[in-house]
């Protein structure tokens, strides 16, 4: 399974590196913070795919192209989560989370938060 938008392991690495980084990052920043040596071209083309993607922008001083993210990462998340369940679960969010639970995915700690939030969520919804 690809990680972002279609991309692979190398742009979520990549894509984590620009998160973590908290504001602007230059392609030779994001080269050295990864786990693996790898060419600054390689590193270039993977930041453009982001950037085709709408997941990073640029901008340039100097010479220089500083990269930030377009979104958190709580959002991109949430896209591939719902691109798997149309996918997979024929766009049911309960039989994602059946599976999660059946799967033992989710421990008990978590389903007591997940049921706080979905009665939180009920509550709000019923005063709109």
Request: hydrophobic share 40%; glycine share 10%; aromatic share 4%.
């Amino acid at each position: 399974m690809r990680s972002t938008d279609g991309g692979g392991e190398l742009e979520n690495e990549i894509l984590q590196v620009v998160w973590s980084a908290r504001r602007s990052v230059t392609a030779e920043q994001c080269r050295e913070a990864l786990s693996r040596p790898l060419k600054d071209s390689t590193v270039r083309t993977v930041l453009r795919r982001l950037e085709e993607k709408g997941l990073v922008r640029h901008a340039v001083e100097g010479r220089t192209f500083l990269y930030e993210a377009v979104e958190q990462p709580q959002h991109v998340a949430a896209r591939a989560v719902q691109r798997i369940v149309d996918r997979f679960c024929g766009g049911s969010m309960e039989q994602l989370l059946v599976g999660l639970v059946d799967g033992e995915v989710v421990d008990g700690k978590e389903l007591e938060r997940l049921a706080k939030k979905i009665a939180q969520a009920k509550s709000k919804g019923a005063g709109k």
